[in-house]
């Protein structure tokens, strides 16, 4: 498999600030993203969760290791008791008044290649449907019930 990383692009009208929160603070994630115990965005914060289909659910292992407050957050992504290494980028930048949302995943590859469920158009379909659905319809809503 190539290794390419997964990227995706998307403009939110939200701010920068708003964007921040709802990827970074576990009480908003869970609304939208996985339903994480515990979340800190600092470097060297280990987290996890559960995440699959209907016939299998993974855990997933992942430690913060970087962090640009309101701009960047990185943690790596690995499946317990599986082997392989990814990582996940998120950058925001501000356009307009609204928010770029910068997605990178890197090191799908490197998941077992025998499963089907790490498929690369698996991860490309998860994301694009977390962030085109799952976190826009988030900020839309939360953006409406904070102005009313």
């Known amino acids: ?26 009480d908003q994630m869970k609304k939208w993203y996985f339903d994480i115990a515990s979340f800190r965005p600092e470097v060297g914060f280990e987290f996890q969760f ?3 289909n209907e016939d299998r659910t993974y855990v997933h292992l992942c430690k913060v290791t ?20 990814s990582v996940v980028t998120w950058e925001l930048s501000q356009e307009d008044g ?19 469920d790490f498929d690369k158009k698996n991860f490309m ?11 826009k319809d988030f900020l839309e809503r939360t953006s409406v019930e904070t102005h009313s």
Do not use: C
């Open 50 to 52: 559960k995440g699959g």
């Open 98 to 116: 609204k928010t770029r949302v910068k997605l990178t995943h890197e090191g799908i590859e490197t998941f077992p290649a025998d499963n089907p």
């Open 66 to 85: 970087e962090v640009v407050e309101g701009r960047k957050i990185q943690y790596s992504w690995v499946y317990d008791g599986l082997p392989g290494y």
């Open 125 to 135: 379909e998860g994301w694009t449907h977390l962030i085109d659905k799952s976190l």
């Open 1 to 26: 498999m190539k290794k390419e990383p997964f990227i995706i692009e998307r403009v939110f009208n939200a701010s920068i600030e708003r964007v921040w929160q709802a990827i970074t603070r576990k």
